[in-house]
T-cell receptor, first 112, second 116 residues
Framework: ELKVEQNPLFLSMQEGKNYTIYCNYS?????LYWYRQDPGKSLESLFV?????AVKQEGRLMASLDTKARLSTLHITAAVHDLSATYFC????????????FGTGTRLQVFP | KAGVTQTPRYLIKTRGQQVTLSCSPI?????VSWYQQTPGQGLQFLFE???????NKGNFPGRFSGRQFSNSRSEMNVSTLELGDSALYLC???????????????FGQGTRLTVV
């Protein structure tokens, strides 16, 4: 059974600092996604990572994928308050399905 | 381009009742998936439909059911509601239904179900 673990579960960081959220998954995965969720809101797609070594960047967020280590990271550079949200990684197990297995989520709070 | 639309947004039901939630995918998207989000269990997969066929089902009791129509709109039904069914129910749609490529799932705003 495919399992996804995220850490840390909660992250409180000061504006301007850098940090990394880790996402480990248990078996071979087809695709890896990162989503953002604001309180009471839906999930916003951030990145889709398809292959080993994939790296994508958007603003202060950068995601990477190491399929051999079954690890994805979401790196936050020079955090700002607007990045405060919960971040989820999710993976799909097999080809020909959109079934997403989500991690536990990382609640990020950025303070001045 | 309209996003994924879920109705209703909020719902309060009594234990034992049943409820039907609706999801209209992005135009042209044929794959629809449903998820339940609770503080305790996180985001859990319920069902996946592609071209009116259920392709995958999560580990939920038979009280949870769903279907997809020819226009790709989907509904999920929960019968004999329990307090533990209180959750945010999210629907996601994608274009080519997991057939490879840069498939991306877009989520609706969700339906907040409260069972009292």
């Amino acid at each position: 059974e495919l399992k996804v673990e995220q850490n840390p579960l909660f992250l409180s960081m000061q504006e301007g600092k850098n940090y990394t959220i880790y996402c480990n998954y248990s078996t071979t995965s087809d695709r890896l996604y990162w989503y953002r969720q604001d309180p009471g809101k839906s999930l916003e797609s951030l990145f889709v990572l398809l292959s080993n070594g994939a790296v994508k960047q958007e603003g202060r967020l950068m995601a990477s994928l190491d399929t051999k280590a079954r690890l994805s990271t979401l790196h936050i550079t020079a955090a700002v308050h607007d990045l405060s949200a919960t971040y989820f990684c999710a993976v799909t197990r097999v080809y020909n399905t959109d079934k997403l297995i989500f991690g536990t989520g990382t609640r990020l709070q950025v303070f001045p | 381009k309209a996003g994924v639309t879920q109705t209703p947004r909020y719902l309060i039901k009594t234990r034992g009742q049943q409820v039907t939630l609706s999801c209209s995918p992005i135009s042209g998207h044929r794959s629809v998936s449903w998820y339940q989000q609770t503080p305790g269990q996180g985001l859990q997969f319920l069902f996946e439909y592609f071209s009116e066929t259920q392709r995958n089902k999560g580990n939920f009791p038979g009280r949870f059911s769903g279907r997809q129509f020819s226009n790709s709109r989907s509904e999920m039904n929960v019968s004999t509601l329990e307090l533990g069914d209180s959750a945010l129910y999210l629907c996601a749609s994608s274009f080519i239904g997991g057939l490879g490529g840069n498939t991306e799932a877009f989520f609706g705003q969700g339906t907040r179900l409260t069972v009292v």
